[in-house]
């Protein structure tokens, strides 16, 4: 294991670039070293905060500092690809925000790059490092939930307008993360459906229908042109639910004692349904920032020769989804397969489920 | 007009019956004159509270009855059909509760009856008679919303789990009722998904897309498989942004000035969206009883001799739209033209929008 | 024990006797056969809801009729003294509403005159038949709650406007009632503050404080000239807080695992105070109506020969309270203490604590 | 006016220190320059941020430091009148957080020293540069609520205990300072009750109630020692009332359209309180950091030779209420006259209201 931090430049510093740095700053096994961004004044910021760090507009300095071990991207989601290449090229390991790429051909081309070149890949799907996913989670591997029926999130707000990618690529990532992370299968089909109001062509709102096997539905709602701020993902089992509420001031989770079930004799009569409706408890989660323990997972992998949690796989697997709602978008809402999506780009399903560790 | 009150049977006196049975008691317009139940304990309790009633377990005493005028029917949405036709051809006025029927073709056989026969035939789309709607509505109408670009519903619970309908045809009507009441459009095509959670036949959760005119979206999340009751539709326009929340205990309205506009040369360079973001507003609301509303409109209907706002043709807008859904989910999810739906049927396209008066 | 279902007369049939005359009806072990109202309009409507009741604008009447044995006052407090005092010299049982009356003098002269004539004489503290009150209540017995710091009320809403009578003696009982009832003391003295705001004369609102033994604080702000509503008691104890919101739709009771506790070593250093901070429970409550579950104790406490719960002591411990809080009100917020009030009107502590049953 | 940045020294860097540091290092009109603190790592972590300034344990390289020309005292209450006067006596300017001081007499002294030596004493209420409260303040001045009824705070938390100084002094400055703020009069008497639950010496909750003439209440709770985080202050008028909600996600203020008319004969009859219950508006407020707005204003006074909003006179007044509290305390929870206070110290009633400024 690798006694010294992990050295790591910040490439793009602009709306959520700064807390990526902020974080290597604070993290006592990582050093930030260098910041890039294209416009000066960006630079002139992170400056001012880290007047230690090297700051260029030019990120092929970055790129031939052998010094640098790590780069973190935090730029638009269309230069992802070119830059996470070209940073797995150079030697460096790679953090990239999400999505991984905005094609399932160049992130299947990152994953197997990173892999040969024995890089860690990692993309930023922070709420897998979120307290209250986890806490969920672990609610679900030990069958507190009982039997998952669906699950659904509605992720929408009023700004963050996007003229280049729809909200399904730049907002819905994070849901989509969530529902694999928590079912720990993909879906076998998606439909999308979305209306591209301000501009005709990109869509500010989209409706995601994950189709998992054995009948469980997984839901995103995500949309920049909402009223209120809302981030909520609700997950209905057969013996509890669960609402976690990101904006909520008094508990994000809530956990209803709540369920349905069945009574009556099976081959004689009719089944009744009967509901059960008990305490709600609101559990005292750890404080510590997602984006934090995100961050601390990538520099202990690149120290221990690990895999992170969220790996390139794990961006590839959420990107095959996205693909497939863009196709069902294209196709006007129809229902396809993740099938279909995987013959298209000849992408290995052995690829996508389990995470085979590099 | 006519001058005395109308004589109103009840049919069906379960869960919502009682609601449209203390309303007739108590409209001066209307007498409530018999009570129908299948259950002798039903009657009890109608027996109890109106001790000057009829009440009977036999529909067809209500029938040959010519001192009453008119019968609600608020019974398992499978026998509306049935017993509205009875009602119809036994030459009464019919209130149906929603929906309609459960067929687009029973639908418009009912419509068609009301016609030939000259008898009004409701049906009980009670948000349309909610104060909370028609307040958003007038702003619709006043232009103070600027052009609509999406609205959406969710209705969820945990109760009144059915059996034998999904939650298409027992919780969505209200929202398609809304939809279609506020944008006075019929939609081009519909999809829809869902999940048999508890018994692998019937949906206990639908997520509804509507497809209208100008790429306006509507959707609709119903469910009675959900930890929190939740009632709400929101309302996105140009100019304002409407939430309205049933479940709210201040205010069921919030009227946010809010919206996006755009910005920058349309002829050499890209726009650029800006948002606006001002007050918020809380309307005071008539606390006027949606329900008395609706069942007034029925009473003077009858008594003037004129169509009620949620005529027959008003359910079968809402029925085909259903219709559409249903479809849908039986192909999985496809997108389904509301043409296809008209021609299954053979329905006149004239029929659904406008609403000729009988 | 009685077999025959108590024979009521509802006094007063304005804004809550209509609730009173309801639950008789509807209580198996109570029959309500008469109600009393100066107003013919009032009559008239207990007459259609009621129409096998006799109805009269005459009390003597239902004095006079020895089939009756039992009288519920729901009038202006101003006339509590007189009706009660009827009923009892007629030899009904008497419930009577809060206060019990607004004299400690004419309250001790009931609470005489029951006992005397061997009749229950019930007061409405209707809170203390709350589920949540009594959760409280049970937390409080078991210990769960540890040491009680200090508890508070906030019972505040704009309208039922009075003139005649203050924030102290028509809002605040209900608050000193829950008080006495979970603390099992009465306190050692009273300050009260309040502003005539409307009129000049009749306070709207009122801080009241009152002292318990040990350093313990109840506070209640009670007032009728506020923005919105606002029903809560919050207890705060050593080991656990509690939060009951009336006017919650999603649980009235919030328990909050959270404390403070001393660290640190006495004899030599500082305390140091860490705060504890846990979960939050809502937990189920039964949906029982408190207003049934008071008048049936009152109709089984007649059946069986015994007091009811909030019997004349306990209304006579709220008057003291309430007459102590008004000594305080008339000079300027004094602190005064029970001692002197009880010495005032010569009233013997041992009424006060404990209850003596009849 | 000066041209130059005001050359600041903080003093503390414990838990309010660093957001002062903060603005004074980011405001263009100011230059912080040394950190003060007795805590070796306090003066690290000021250093690691600012790593341009000079950081020392000893206050009094500080006061020799000609170049400095102001200091900002954020350390324990207690220590406020050493610090300021000590700043003074050294030619500084002097902020210091609330409140002024622990006595009254000191606050006097501190406010008569900053005259002789023509420096700006400054205290830090910052509720009075707080867009909610001044927005408030604004539609008082504009008369649009009417005659003020009352006002009361609720500033409730768990957390923060303080064990040498209560909660009337450590966190009801802020209520004092808002209520002087909007009403712009000085109360008559001030009545305050509490109860040290923790270690018998100190209030950990206190109810303080301020009477101002013609009958206007103030009532502020405020605590350590709660259940949740509560800080609000709502002010009823008249014609209008408004809530102030500081820890409400949409929207701090919500001014409600409600009041209570009279209507009736005022010679002949009684009058009748009719309720009037109109709209709700959330007004968009600026987002302007009230921290910031109030360094701003001090360092600006400074420049331009003026006296601040929060300068110590309005510090003295909040003092000679609380002190005023303190006293009724004391005494068991007994009202005192202001007049008393004033006599007590000696203090001349002019240097209250108004402000002379220097």
């Not at 992130?107 to 490092?129: C, K, P, S, T, W």
């Not at 609610?139 to 699950?151: A, K, S, V």
């Not at 081959?267 to 408890?281: A, C, N, P, R, T």
């Amino acid at each position: 294991m690798q006694e010294q931090p992990v050295r790591v430049a910040q490439i793009g510093y602009g709306y959520w670039g700064p807390n990526l740095a902020r974080n290597f700053h604070q993290l006592p096994q990582a050093a930030l070293v260098a910041v890039v961004d294209a416009r000066p004044q960006a630079l002139e910021k992170a400056a001012s905060l880290y007047p230690q760090i090297h700051t260029t507009t030019d990120f092929r300095e970055v790129l031939a500092d052998e010094s640098i071990q790590a780069v973190a991207i935090s730029t638009p989601a269309r230069t992802h690809y070119d830059l996470a290449k070209a940073g797995l090229e150079a030697g460096k390991h790679v953090f990239v925000e999400k999505p991984l790429a905005m094609d399932l051909g160049q992130a299947q081309e990152l994953v197997a790059l990173a892999q040969e070149r024995g890089r860690i890949l990692m993309v930023g799907h922070v709420f897998e490092y979120n307290p209250a996913v986890r806490h969920i989670k672990t609610m679900l591997d030990r069958g507190e939930l009982g039997e998952i029926f669906y699950l659904y999130s509605r992720r929408v707000n009023l700004g963050r307008v996007q003229s280049d990618i729809n909200a399904l690529w730049s907002i819905a990532p994070h849901d989509v993360s969530i529902a694999l992370y928590l079912l720990e299968r993909m879906p076998l089909a998606v439909s999308c459906q979305g209306a591209a109001c301000l501009n005709g062509r990109v869509e500010d709102v989209i409706f995601l229908t994950l189709y998992f096997p054995e009948d469980v539905l997984s839901h995103v709602h995500a949309s920049w042109l909402d009223p209120s701020k809302q981030r909520e993902t609700i997950v209905v089992g057969s013996k509890k639910m669960v609402v976690y509420d990101d904006v909520s001031t008094e508990g994000k989770i809530r956990i209803y004692d709540k369920g349905v079930y069945r009574k009556g004799d099976p081959i004689y009569g009719e089944f009744q349904y009967k509901v059960h409706s008990g305490d709600i408890l609101i559990p005292r989660l750890d404080m510590m920032e997602p984006l934090r323990n995100e961050l601390s997972d990538f520099v202990d992998a690149i120290r221990q020769g690990r895999a992170p949690l969220t790996d390139g796989y794990n961006g590839l697997r959420v990107v095959s989804v996205l693909a497939a709602g863009q196709l069902s978008l294209d196709r006007g809402g129809e229902k396809v397969t993740l099938q279909e999506v995987l013959e298209r780009h000849r992408l290995d399903p052995g690829w996508l489920f389990p995470s085979p560790n590099p």
